[in-house]
């Protein structure tokens, strides 16, 4: 069985390095390689979506950077307790038109012990902002290590 290290029970620093290789994993846009973090049957609620298992977690991560293009997230730590952590997130985006979001939202998740999630439940609602006053700048990819996080850039 894989692992997906580091494993619960979660401590304030391993909730804390978690939560940046999922970020790190959000941000390659590979849904291939992002869905491997996730339990076989993982349960998600993602906005009005419910996908049930790998593959259709997937699908949903497919479809999403279909729409949501340039995409760049940040996720901070909110709380954690044994196999639980709560994060908040913001991510910036484009649609096909080159309208720009800033995407603010909140989810908690839940471990098994090899530390694949089993559950991903997310909240997130969308801002529109001008291209001007999007605070994400990096190349796509990986966030760099120097970037601000959410808190320092008033997030």
Known sequence: ??????????????AIQKIRLAED??????????VLAYSSD???RNRAEFPRGRAEAQALLERKWARELDYRLIKELWAFD???IAVRFVY??????????RSHGNENWAFDEQ???THRHASINDQPIKAED??????LGRRPDDHPGLTA???
């Open 82 to 84: 044994g196999n639980r």
């Open 153 to 155: 850039l008033g997030l």
């Open 42 to 44: 993982t349960a998600w």
């Open 25 to 34: 994993g959000w941000n390659s846009r590979d849904p291939a390689r992002i």
């Open 134 to 139: 999007r605070k994400f700048h990096w190349p």
């Open 92 to 101: 910036e985006w484009h649609d096909d038109a080159g309208n720009w979001f």
């Open 1 to 14: 069985m894989d692992t997906r290290p580091p494993l619960p029970p979660f401590t304030r620093e391993t």
């Open 115 to 117: 530390g694949l999630m």
